[in-house]
């Protein structure tokens, strides 16, 4: 599905933020860039899957009264300004589970889905110069009736496989991330970002589809700062590599697969004993940013990023030693984020305005003719705000909205379709943040909005409601959180719902 | 200096990013166009149905009618590989009087993928050429040995038919007929069987250009003791032998496989014309045949008279005309198709007497 910027209805890993109430009244700098630094590795933890221009997610923590605003590694990626952000040792583990079922679906999503997640993270200050980060995650998630798809998400692709059976289908892997920043001067910094993750996944009856896929990003970056940290401005290159691979396989008989060119028009494979589809992906990623805070006042800044992308993926399928050409996509396009923001040190007010510019433009050939197939121009332009307001000395309230505008512009020549629209979303929330005692926290969210998607969802709205809620408590030893959420899409006509269920466990040190 | 290489390099940089990218192509899919002009011999045929399919992708076959310069096309069509068929009937000249017109049953089949025909922007252009039908590759009778050799006893026991698979398949002869026809498709007089099931034997087969020989009777006629036959032929290695199980005096070499009678109460054996009749090979599935024999089952049929005013005995669809003009009987000709399984359904044209027969191999 398009979602644009609504980030928080996808699969995310809690964020627990630690909060002393009564023997401070405000949180420290170090423990606001930590937190800080916490939230940009959840956000973009996503090996699996590394897209062109990845989504800058506007996240909450909840279980705390403290609101940072997005800093600019979120914005930009660009690991050589990571070091603003992380100021001490710090540990986290947590273990995740999320359970969403869909009676309401489109015709290849899956009817239930469980999602299991244990990841590890930690950064250390190696020295005044040297800072390293580094995170390892397991991911497993089960998919049950599926129908026909051997796609984890066949919506995501143009070119997509599928078999002829209905079944269950699982996915497990790791992830591995690595993060070096380095002081070259008291000024200039230097990073290097690796993020690594294997995938293989098994349909349980035939085709008995394998799939393996790898995923690989590269960043480097360098930056300037002023000596007194007020201004940093930076520039980033990132590699991608992405492999993919489906190998459907005989069982009485042979593997009898399809190709879909799009959402409408197929081809019916040749069956063989093995039928496999490869998916190759390489891009490339060139960016700056800046950013200024403290202007005219205390607590008042300015970040800017933008960055130029493209990406090819070739597509094959066939047999193992002779497959034939299917699709060749070629994304490129630019992404331009500001956020203007007023956190003053002298009080835990927060406030934050955001805008965010996206343009990008698909083009893909079949294959095996120098045509073109498939066309999408898109179009993101998204706008919102996020407000914290310390309410009473053991109370606060944080709220957001957003709003963001898709223009698509999508074609299908092989058999004629265009879809031309333009979907208006919009979300808010409202955290209510609990300080029940010294030693323990509480809080509880709610939001909601409303999704234009895209033609397959065979719907014009979908209305998002949500709710969250966790505690945490300070161990001698750490400290121990929980939640629980819960999330439920409904489209306009009434046709069931997607319901999401998920908990949270965590300890940080 | 050092300062202005950075821009430079930057610059250089997105070069080579983008040169390891193809380019964009600048046409869409969808706007192919195809243009066939449909032929039968010389002529362009007018309102003859054309159907073209691709299985490159799940899109349904499109149909259109050629127009009076036997022109049809197909606009704004997916770029994919297509499968053309026609099968239809056409008024067509008279293969036997120019001055007449005739209904044949043409068909053809054919294979067009764009990147291997002319293109002229997005367009293809070519010409189809069809056939009569029955004129396709398949299992041809080549060559009909029926005259007799020179003798003055009468003696024509050694006729035989060779038969040459002209595709690129192996067919099986199980089951097939051998047909005489006396008049028509309704009234067929002699009628020998292949052993084996019809249409799903696979017990007999032929490959790709093999020839078969199915001999009246399978013996060396050159070499009959008290007659001697220089001019005859040596049959005893033929594939196959008419043999008529209710005949007990006809001939029958034990090493060699018999094709018997069907016809219920005909004790005689495979019986055919010195210089004039019709002969049929048939897949087998109609073995009624007291309603006549169906057009459906034919494989192969051919009409054959030694005289040009003969008025045809099989349907035109069999046969459009007849071969064999000239034929003398008893003078050791054979009947033999011009080059090896070429056939226009029109045995006018595609067969040519040869002075002496040639069982198992063409003449040269």
């Not at chain 1, 914290?388 to 698509?408: C, D, H, R, V, W």
């Not at chain 2, 052993?195 to 009777?217: H, I, K, Q, S």
Request: aromatic share 14%.
């Amino acid at each position: 599905m398009k979602m644009g910027s609504i980030r928080r209805y996808t699969s995310k890993i809690f964020q627990y933020e630690k909060y002393k109430w009564g023997h401070r009244m405000k949180i420290s700098v170090i423990e606001m860039c930590l937190l800080s630094g916490m939230l940009v590795f959840s956000s973009h933890l996503s090996a699996y899957n590394n897209p062109l221009f990845p989504d800058i997610v506007i996240e909450e923590p909840f279980s705390s009264t403290i609101q940072t605003s997005l800093n600019l590694y979120q914005i930009s990626l660009n690991p050589a300004v990571f070091k603003n952000s992380y100021r001490e040792d710090f540990v986290y583990y947590s273990a995740n589970s999320f359970d969403k079922i869909n009676f309401f679906r489109r015709v290849y999503d899956p009817k239930r889905q469980k999602d299991y997640q244990l990841y590890f993270y930690t950064h250390k200050i190696l020295d005044k110069k040297s800072t390293l980060a580094a995170a390892v995650r397991y991911n497993r998630t089960d998919q049950y009736d599926v129908y026909r798809s051997l796609e984890k998400n066949f919506y995501k692709n143009y070119f997509s496989y599928i078999d002829t059976t209905k079944g269950n289908v699982k996915y497990d892997g790791p992830q591995l991330w690595f993060l070096y920043n380095y002081s070259l001067t008291n000024n200039l910094l230097l990073g290097f970002e690796i993020d690594y993750g294997i995938e293989r996944g098994l349909k349980d009856v035939y085709t008995q589809c394998e799939t393996i896929i790898r995923n690989m990003d590269l960043k480097f970056g360098a930056a300037y700062e002023s000596d007194n940290g007020n201004f940093i401005a930076g520039a980033s290159a990132r590699y991608l590599s992405y492999e993919g691979q489906y190998n459907a396989v005989k069982e009485l008989q042979d593997a009898f697969v399809r190709t879909y060119f799009g959402y409408h028009v197929f081809r019916d494979e040749n069956p063989r004993s093995l039928n496999r589809k490869n998916d190759h992906k390489e891009g490339y990623e060139f960016g700056a940013q800046l950013a200024r805070k403290n202007i005219l006042t205390d607590g008042l800044g300015i970040q800017l990023s933008g960055s130029y992308g493209t990406s090819y993926t070739k597509i094959t399928v066939g047999s193992t030693a002779l497959p034939g050409d299917r699709g060749y996509l070629v994304r490129d396009g630019f992404r331009i984020f500001g956020n203007v923001f007023y956190q003053p040190l002298a009080s835990n007010l927060m406030f934050q305005l955001f805008y965010e510019y996206k343009d990008f433009s698909d083009w893909a050939r079949a294959g095996e003719y120098n045509v073109v197939t498939i066309e999408n121009d898109e179009i993101v332009q998204r706008f919102g705000s996020v407000l914290y307001l310390p309410l009473m000395k053991k109370a606060g309230i944080s709220t957001g909205f957003e709003m963001e505008n898709i223009q698509s512009d999508y074609h299908e020549y092989i058999v004629k379709f265009d879809y031309n629209k333009d979907h208006h979303n919009w979300n808010g929330f409202a955290d209510l943040k609990l300080v029940i005692n010294q030693i323990t926290n509480a809080h509880i969210k709610g939001t909601v909005g409303t999704i234009e998607p895209w033609f397959y969802w065979d719907t014009n709205s979908i209305q998002v409601h949500g709710l969250e809620c966790g505690v945490e408590r300070l161990f001698v030893f750490g400290e121990i959180g929980a939640s629980f959420q819960m999330e439920f899409w409904k489209p306009s006509e009434e046709r069931g719902s997607i319901n999401r269920y998920g908990i949270a466990l965590s300890f940080k040190k | 200096m050092g300062a202005m290489k950075k821009p430079f390099l930057l610059l250089f940089l997105l070069f080579v990013v983008s040169a390891c990218f193809r380019e964009q192509p600048t046409q869409v899919d969808g706007s192919l166009n195809l243009t066939l002009y449909i032929k039968f011999e010389d002529r362009f045929l007018k309102s003859i149905p054309v159907t073209i399919k691709t299985y490159d992708y799940n899109i349904t076959s499109l149909s259109g009618i050629t127009d009076s310069g036997g022109a049809v096309s197909f606009e704004n069509i997916p770029w994919a590989e297509y499968f053309i068929t026609i099968k239809s009937t056409a008024v067509v000249a008279s293969a036997l009087d120019s001055n007449a017109m005739d209904t044949v049953t043409i068909i053809a089949s054919t294979l067009i993928t764009p990147p291997e025909t002319s293109i002229i922007e997005n367009t293809i252009t070519d010409t189809i050429y069809t056939i009569a039908s029955g004129a396709q590759p398949g299992l041809k009778i080549n060559e009909l040995y029926t005259v007799g050799p020179p003798n003055r006893k009468n003696y024509f026991s050694d006729q035989f038919f060779e038969l040459y698979n002209s595709s690129e398949d192996t067919v099986y002869l199980d089951g097939m007929l051998f047909v005489r026809i006396y008049h028509l498709l309704e009234w067929p007089s002699s009628i020998f069987q292949f052993p084996g099931e019809p249409l799903t034997g696979r017990e007999y087969p032929v490959p790709p250009g093999a020839f078969v020989v199915v001999a009246l009777d399978a013996m060396d006629h050159t070499n009959i003791p008290n007659f001697p036959l220089p001019e005859s032929v040596n049959l005893s290695q033929a594939d196959w032998e008419f043999k008529n199980s209710m005949d007990y005096g006809d001939y029958d070499n034990p090493n060699v496989p018999n094709i018997d009678n069907i016809e219920v109460g005909c004790r005689i054996d495979f019986g055919i014309g010195l210089t004039m009749d019709v002969i049929l090979i048939t897949d087998g599935s109609d073995l009624n045949y007291f309603d006549g024999i169906a057009i459906e089952s034919i494989i192969d049929g051919v009409e054959y008279a030694s005289f040009s005013t003969h008025i045809k005995d099989v349907e035109k669809e069999v046969d459009r005309g007849f071969g064999g003009v000239g034929l003398i009987k008893y003078s050791g000709q054979s009947l033999e198709r011009v080059a090896v399984g070429f056939d226009s359904n029109n045995s006018t044209v595609d067969f040519v007497i040869i002075p002496h027969p040639t069982p198992g191999y063409q003449h040269e």
